[in-house]
Every structure is written in structure tokens, then in C-alpha cells.
């Protein structure tokens, strides 16, 4: 028995091996095929008639030569018969010659004969050309036999009287001076040529021109592959790696992608209920919310090819351009018959026609056509998948367009038990290097609003991070990597000796903490335990942020409330006017700096927003920031601009009569951050605990507590 399993071992890894190479080299060919196929199908009719045309002629000069060639080898193997007889190698040339006249077998039959010389030359890899002295009453007659000629002179003399009389002289043993005489008759005998002769520059021509041909066509070829077609390519099935079953917490989406799937595997049975359109599909929302990955794992579903590309590609500057790349990717797919075609970035596509670039009309309705339901029973199994990040509130959708799509999948970015169940599932996939029982409650919490593909990215920036480190993956490794992918790199060289710089970083950033931080702990009551969990605050740091040219900068995370009241919106202006409001404070309005920037712009979108579009602060309740959409002015009109002066002024004066309550505890704080470079949450909150209570105890020694 055990023999038995010891002797099936090697043979099936032997099968095993010998099996996947043949599979794997078919799988190849069938590849090649393809893409030569589908580049084939997409070219323009003079290419295509060129490329005909050349293929045809490779074999064409490729048989024509090897038909010169084996012609000039007959002739060769002739006059080598010749050069076997027997006879004395001998050329008298002392004696007169003359041309001869007729053809040689005449003379030969006509009059008597002495002695016959062939002096014969290589040409090439054969023996074609030669030159026939005839000895006759003390004279020499030079003849130059055709082709013909010579064959027929080669098998009579076999029988013939005169075949005792040959003899071969190879024209390389010839002297000087019968190389002179011969030279004199080669030039008698130039219009008089052999055909093989002749052939023979045309053989090595037509296999150099077949050569020249074979690798400009694969050369040709290859550039087109790997270069313009590169873009333009189908992806098997078997290619794509990886299942719907990695796509974690999106279960409403893989829903909606079944019924995809589900109407295209029973298309006949929903044509008997009158849904007979065709499979155009709308995938929309935010950039990393797994759109191309979700049409990869459909197309593996159906078993289908699937061809990406961007619909930011099809642009090329040129009227046409982007039609002409919507026609050959039709062509490909048509000679699919069943594959899908997902089109990618394809925000400009959506938009409104009727601009003042006409390509991008052009591009537009090319695809309108391409969607619309009079298709072809082929056309029809293919799918058109259109992803972008279009969003419905903020951009205006050209109806046409809309109406192409019977299916559309609206993409979201993950909620909080989603966000813990994608950062789980990326650390599991590295098990080995993580610690156990992580807490990712704070991570989950700081990631908010982050989509997947930046959750990815968190997860292997801990990895890069602990590889370099040398150590595991933990809870303060995944915190360090949030902190670089969602703030950015940051340094300590900008500010480093710039004591000036740095303190009014620290002043304007503290403004912003503690505008947050009071109204927090009005919230909570004074409870320090709820104040640390509801702050959006995670660090006050004074290094640099290259991202957005910021000399310091507050990490926080993302806000919960999607709605948000007009004390929210007026609470988010007042934090940040809050660090213009602590420079002046400090340093007198002349010492104000241009590092509020940034801030000074987000309360004018926040003002204009709530005052221009939603009505806030006025009896009516009226956007005319719609009427921009509208081809109407994009300047503010007098009355919105002088209500968001006037409380802007009003945030503003408020914001400076908290933070100048609070000048001693910003001088404390901004003492401690220059020393440290940084501060977490929970050290700022330590911080301020603590000289609350050192103020209390010394107002109570002097008398001063109430």
C-alpha cells in the first residue's frame, strides 16, 4: 500500500507540472490572439489595408525567392554533373578565339571538335555561371549557354562523341592573362546573360526584402501593442484576483450588484415581462469607494472580459477625437459579443452639453449613441458600466444621459461599524505582524468620512511604519500612519529656529483649540471624561504641513452630524476665526499674519453658504447661489455681502471677547506646545486642568475665589 502511494506521488507532480505549462503556453497564444484580434478590429481601413498587404507579401517574396533559389541550385547541380567527367583541365590560350555563332549543341553537331573547355565560376552558394571554349581547326569559339541550353548540353554529353573531349577549369586557376581574355569575352557576352544569373540577385533580393518585410510587420505590431493599444485592453476573468466577498461592509451595494447580475443571466425571462433594455449601468460616488473593484468582481462573476479605461483619456484636443476612441472601443466589444466596458472618471461625460468646447459635445453624444436601446441582438449582451464621482446636489446632470442608464448603483462612504469591519479585514490579511486584541474604536472614530481605499492606505502605512521600526503592528503604529495619510508628512525643519514664527503658530492655534474646547465643555458640564471623547481635537502640533503650506497644524477628526443647524455653522466659524481673533489678541491688529488665509476663506464659503443659499439671517428664504447654475453672475449681490459682513463682525467680536477671557491659559499652553513641538488631546486637556487648579488655589490664597 504504501508502495503503491509512494509511485502515484511523482506522477501526479508530475502531471501537475506538466499539465499547467501546455495550459499556461495555449492560454498565451489564445492572448496574443486576442489582442492582435481586438487591435486589428479598432484600426482605420488604410491600416488595416496596409497591413494586409504586407502580410501577404512576406510570403509572397518569402516563396518566390526559395522558387529562385532551388532554380538556381537545378542549374548548379548541372554543370556539377559536368564538372565530374573525366577529361584533361587544360585552356590553350594561344590560340585565336572568336565569338561563336548559333547556339552551341549546332556547332558541336556541325563541325569537327578538338577540344571543349567550361571554365566555370561559383555565384553565391551555387555554380551558375560559365563560359564554354569550343577548340575546331585551330581555332577557339566562345559560346555563353542559357539555362536551357546547358541542360540539355549536360545530358548529351553523356552519349555525345565529344564527351571525351571536356575538360573544367574553376576561372580562379585561370593566369593573369587568360583572366584578361576571359574578361574581354565577358563583356562580348554581357547582354547575353544566363537567366540564372540573373535570378540570382533577384533571389537575394526577394529574401531580403520577405526578411525586411517579417520585422517591420512584427516591429510595427509590437509599438502598436505596447504603446497606443496598451490602454485599450480586455482583462480576462481568470485575471482578476480577488471576490465580492472582499469588499467588506457594502452589502446594500453587492445587493444591487446580484439584481445586476441576475437580470443579465435571465435576460430572456425578463424580456417576457417587457425589460429588454440594454445593460447600461451608473456606478456614482466618492473617489476609494471600491467602484472599479466592484465592476472587476462582476465582470468575474459573469465570467466576462472587461475592459477598463479612463473616460478622461478619450479627450484629445481635437474635434473627433474622443468619438473616434468611443468607436474602436465599441468595435473591440462588438467582437466580444458579451463583455463589459467600464468607463471610468466619467464626471465630464455627465455634464450638461452645450458648451464652448465642441470635442467634448462630440464625445458626449457619441456615448449617447453607444447607449441608447437601438442595438443589435449582440450589442445588447454587452455591458456599459459609466463610473464617476458625480454628485447629484452639486452638479447639474444632462438628461439625455441620465435617461441611457436603467440601472444605477449609488456608492457611499463606509459608516462606523463598517469603517471597524475594513480595517479589521486589512489587518487580518496581515495576522502574523499584528498585535492581538487591538482597540480600534479611536482609529474608527478618527477615520470618519474616509473612504476604503484610505482606510487600505492607513493600514499599509502602519505596515511600511512597523517594518522600518522593526516591531508589530499596534494601536499607536495605526495612529501614526492616520496621521500621515490624512494630515500629511510633516517637519520640524520650517519653524525649527524661528522662535517668532513658532510662538505665533502656538498662539493662533491654541486660538482655534479653545474656542472648541468652551464650547465643549458647556456641553458636557464639566465633565472632563465626556470632553475628551466629543472633541474633535486629536493634536495641536507646530510642525510644518508642505500639504497645504501650513506652519503648524490641528489634527482632528471628522465631524459625525451630516446636518447641520445654524449654530453649528455659526460654532465652525468662530473656531475658525478663532486664530486670527488670538493673534490680535496678542500681538495688536498691525501683528496679524497672513497664516489665516486658509481660515478667512472657508468662513466666507461657510457665511455665503448659510446667508446665500439657505436664507439664514434675512426674512426670505432664497439661494441665489442656484442662479450661478443657471448662467446667471457668480458675484455676490450687495445685500448678501452686507449681511455676511455684519456677522462675520459679530462672530468675530465674539470669538475675541471668549479667547481674551482666556489670554493667561493661551499663555500657558502656548509656552508648553513650543517646548514639547506637540500636544496630544489628552495632554492639553491635563494641561489646562492643571492651571485651572493652580489658579484656583492661589486666588483662594489671596482672597479672590468665591
Not at 501546455?22 to 490572439?33: P, V
Not at 463606509?414 to 482609529?443: G, M, W
Amino acid at each position: 500500500m504504501s508502495d503503491l502511494s509512494v509511485s502515484s506521488t511523482p506522477r501526479s507532480e508530475f502531471d501537475n507540472d506538466e499539465q499547467p505549462s501546455d495550459s499556461s503556453l495555449w492560454l498565451s497564444i489564445k492572448k496574443a490572439a486576442a489582442r492582435l484580434s481586438d487591435w486589428f478590429v479598432i484600426q482605420s481601413a488604410p491600416i488595416k489595408l496596409l497591413v494586409v498587404a504586407m502580410a501577404l507579401l512576406i510570403p509572397a517574396t518569402g516563396i518566390y525567392s526559395l522558387m529562385l533559389t532551388q532554380r538556381q541550385a537545378q542549374v548548379a547541380e548541372q554543370v556539377r554533373s559536368m564538372a565530374g567527367a573525366e577529361g584533361v583541365a587544360a585552356f590553350n590560350d594561344k590560340l585565336p578565339v572568336a565569338f561563336g555563332t548559333g547556339s552551341l549543341l549546332s556547332f558541336l553537331q556541325n563541325n569537327p571538335v578538338d577540344r571543349i573547355t567550361v571554365i566555370y565560376k561559383p555565384l553565391m552558394w551555387n555554380v551558375s555561371e560559365r563560359v564554354v571554349l569550343v577548340e575546331s581547326q585551330g581555332k577557339q569559339y566562345a559560346y555563353y549557354p542559357s539555362d536551357m541550353e546547358s541542360k540539355i548540353f549536360a545530358d548529351k554529353a553523356v552519349v555525345a562523341p565529344w564527351s571525351g573531349k571536356l575538360s573544367f577549369v574553376p576561372r580562379s586557376d585561370l593566369a593573369p592573362s587568360s583572366l584578361q581574355l576571359l574578361e574581354k569575352l565577358d563583356q562580348g557576352f554581357s547582354g547575353a546573360r544566363p537567366q540564372s544569373e540573373k535570378d540570382a540577385w533577384k533571389a537575394g533580393v526577394s529574401g531580403v526584402l520577405s526578411a525586411a518585410l517579417t520585422l517591420g510587420l512584427l516591429g510595427f505590431l509590437a509599438f502598436q501593442l505596447k504603446g497606443q493599444f496598451k490602454s485599450l485592453k480586455f482583462i480576462e476573468p481568470a485575471q482578476v484576483s480577488g471576490s465580492l466577498t472582499d469588499l467588506v461592509g457594502m452589502d446594500d451595494i453587492k445587493s444591487e450588484v446580484a439584481q445586476i447580475k441576475d437580470q443579465y443571466m435571465r435576460r430572456a425571462e425578463y424580456a417576457e415581462y417587457g425589460i429588454n433594455k440594454p445593460f447600461n449601468v451608473m456606478f456614482s460616488g466618492p473617489a476609494g469607494t471600491g467602484k472599479t473593484k466592484l465592476a472587476s468582481y462582476l465582470a468575474k462573476e459573469l465570467n466576462l472580459p472587461i475592459l477598463f479605461h479612463s473616460a478622461v483619456n478619450l479627450e484629445t484636443g481635437y474635434v473627433g477625437g474622443g468619438a473616434n476612441t468611443l468607436s474602436r472601443i465599441v468595435a473591440m466589444a462588438k467582437r466580444r459579443k458579451r463583455c463589459i466596458v467600464f468607463l471610468d472618471e466619467a464626471q465630464d461625460l455627465f455634464m450638461k452639453r452645450g458648451g464652448h468646447r465642441k470635442f467634448d459635445d462630440d464625445t458626449q453624444n457619441m456615448l449617447l449613441a453607444v447607449l441608447d436601446g437601438v442595438r443589435t441582438k449582440n450589442d445588447a449582451e454587452i455591458i456599459w458600466i459609466v463610473a464617476s464621482n458625480f454628485n447629484s446636489e452639486q452638479m447639474q446632470m444632462d438628461e439625455a444621459m441620465l435617461r441611457r442608464f436603467q440601472m444605477k448603483v449609488d456608492f457611499r462612504l463606509p459608516n462606523r461599524e463598517e469603517r471597524q469591519s475594513i480595517i479589521s479585514h486589512y489587518l487580518s490579511q496581515r495576522a502574523e505582524k499584528v498585535l492581538p486584541d487591538l482597540d480600534l474604536r479611536h482609529l474608527v472614530e478618527i477615520t470618519e468620512g474616509r473612504s476604503p481605499a484610505d482606510l487600505e492606505t492607513i493600514v499599509n502605512q502602519a505596515g511600511i511604519t512597523a517594518v522600518q521600526a522593526g516591531m508589530m503592528i499596534g494601536a499607536d503604529t495605526l495612529m501614526q500612519a492616520a496621521e500621515r495619510v490624512l494630515v500629511g508628512n510633516v517637519n520640524t525643519n520650517t519653524t525649527k529656529e524661528r522662535e517668532r514664527d513658532r510662538r505665533i503658530i502656538a498662539i493662533h492655534e491654541w486660538g482655534h483649540f479653545l474656542v472648541d474646547f468652551e464650547q465643549e465643555r458647556k456641553k458636557a458640564g464639566g465633565n472632563w471624561e465626556s470632553i475628551l471623547s466629543e472633541m474633535k481635537t486629536l493634536k495641536i502640533s507646530l510642525k510644518a504641513n508642505p500639504r497645504n503650506n501650513a506652519l503648524g497644524f490641528v489634527f482632528h477628526k471628522q465631524g459625525a452630524n451630516l446636518l447641520k443647524t445654524k449654530g453649528d455653522i455659526e460654532h465652525d466659524v468662530r473656531v475658525l476665526l478663532g486664530g486670527m481673533a488670538n493673534e490680535e489678541l496678542f500681538f495688536g491688529e498691525e501683528g496679524t499674519t497672513n497664516g489665516a488665509h486658509n481660515d478667512i476663506t472657508r468662513v466666507t464659503k461657510l457665511l455665503h453658504h448659510a446667508v446665500g443659499e439657505m436664507g439664514m439671517y434675512r426674512k426670505t428664504r432664497l439661494n441665489f447661489g442656484a442662479l450661478a447654475n443657471e448662467g446667471g453672475t457668480k458675484a455676490v449681490d450687495e445685500e448678501t455681502r452686507s449681511i455676511m459682513e455684519a456677522q462675520s463682525e459679530r462672530l468675530y467680536g465674539e470669538t475675541k471677547a471668549l479667547l481674551s477671557r482666556l489670554k493667561p491659559l493661551t499663555e500657558h499652553l502656548a509656552g508648553k506646545l513650543m517646548e514639547a513641538g506637540e500636544m496630544s488631546l489628552r495632554e492639553a486637556l491635563h494641561e489646562i486642568r492643571s492651571f485651572e487648579a493652580a489658579c484656583f488655589t492661589f486666588n483662594t490664597k489671596v482672597g479672590l475665589a468665591h
